[in-house]
């Protein structure tokens, strides 16, 4: 509960209170508390409540983090005022959660901008191209003659049926989609139904500062392809020329909403295993939250780790893996303690259930990287 500094006259109007009695001023209604208090004490204040950092909490950290499913079954009991809420409890701990993943995404990005920089230091002709890559005259002679070459050693009995059509390919039957390479230099195909010659354009001219991404849009010859498709271009130029580092926060921001929409769905997933069981939806979701809760803490030190390794991959495989197993174990034990079935049952639901939302994950981050890359 939030804790009152309480006066013994109101601030706003001056009106004389008691200050044992009085929450709020009888006579213009303002709160009886006063806010001009120490930094120290606004950030002790911000903990107290986010954590509720009394008996409450005390009681509910050990079973967390020692005893999966207990604190569900107290909920369930409707024992609720003894132990922390499960959704502060969730929103804390998902708040920690999201910004090492920030961090370790932003990390991830400069690592791989550092790299490319260095490549492209060290291979000055090296182009990191969006989109079809097209060959045309000597060029496209060159590639084909090699790969004739190549495939001329091979042992026909030993070829599948793939390798088969690429030989047909170069040899005379050009029926390979979505790009033609013409030996004469011309080129056809497609990307996202925008011509193969505009993705040539946009390589080429990406890089150039000087032009702006509406001016870059302008250049593309895009009559004839529709309004979607316009705006597919408009989207790839913002973001393939956009800072990386923005873009991981665009996609990052999104998380928790995603996540926080996964949980019913989880605890519906729950219901459905367990619907013998006559257990409420409602308590379902207390489940989902505790679990979450506890993977998000054990990833996000496992995170911390794999960043603090700075390419160490035995101590970042180590800490990833740790942090699988703990989560599992704890997913595990926490089923059979709450649901109260054998090993065997337990197991076998428990596998269904990491695969059913395994798939509802994939194609929620699927989703909203595609919202994310419509709304950028």
Not at 100 to 115: A, H, P, S, Y
Not at 169 to 188: H, N
Not at 268 to 292: D, E, F, G, Q, T
Request: hydrophobic share 40%; glycine share 6%; net charge neutral.
């Amino acid at each position: 509960m939030r804790r009152r500094r309480k006066q013994n006259a109101c601030l706003n109007c001056g009106y004389p209170l008691n200050s044992e009695i009085y929450n709020y001023c009888p006579s213009c209604g303002q709160e009886n508390t006063n806010t001009n208090i120490s930094f120290g004490q606004l950030l002790y204040d911000f903990f107290n409540n986010a954590f509720s950092f009394d008996s409450r909490f005390t009681n509910s950290l050990i079973p967390f983090f020692f005893k999966p499913g207990w604190l569900t079954l107290r909920f369930n009991e409707g024992k609720r005022a003894s132990f922390a809420n499960p959704v502060r409890l969730y929103l804390v701990i998902s708040l920690f959660y999201f910004f090492v993943l920030n961090m370790v995404g932003k990390k991830i990005t400069r690592d791989i901008e550092t790299k490319m920089a260095q490549q492209e230091a060290a291979n000055p002709n090296l182009n990191f191209s969006f989109g079809p890559t097209l060959l045309t005259g000597t060029d496209s002679l060159h590639v084909m003659d090699s790969l004739k070459a190549e495939l001329a050693q091979l042992n026909e009995e030993e070829l599948d049926s793939n390798t088969r059509e690429a030989i047909k390919f170069l040899g005379t039957e050009k029926s390979f989609d979505p790009i033609k390479v013409d030996t004469d230099g011309e080129t056809e195909g497609s990307f996202f139904g925008i011509s193969a010659e505009n993705w040539n354009t946009y390589n080429r001219l990406k890089d150039d500062r000087k032009l702006t991404d509406e001016m870059l849009y302008d250049s593309l010859n895009l009559d004839g392809t529709t309004t979607t498709q316009q705006f597919i271009a408009r989207q790839v130029i913002r973001v393939n020329r956009a800072d990386k580092q923005t873009l991981v926060e665009l996609v990052t921001k999104n998380l928790p909403i995603l996540m926080f929409i996964m949980l019913p769905i989880f605890a519906l997933i729950l219901k459905l295993l367990y619907i013998r069981r006559n257990i409420l939806y409602v308590n379902h979701i207390m489940h989902a939250i505790h679990l979450h809760s506890f993977a998000y803490i054990v990833y996000g030190l496992s995170l911390i780790v794999i960043m603090l390794s700075d390419g160490e991959s035995s101590l970042g495989d180590w800490a990833g893996g740790l942090g699988f197993t703990l989560v599992t174990t704890y997913a595990y034990y926490s089923l059979k303690r709450v649901y109260g079935q054998g090993w065997f049952k337990t197991i076998t639901k428990f596998i269904l259930l990491g695969w059913i939302y395994s798939w509802f994950l994939f194609i929620g981050i699927m989703a909203e990287l595609v919202i994310s890359f419509l709304l950028f």
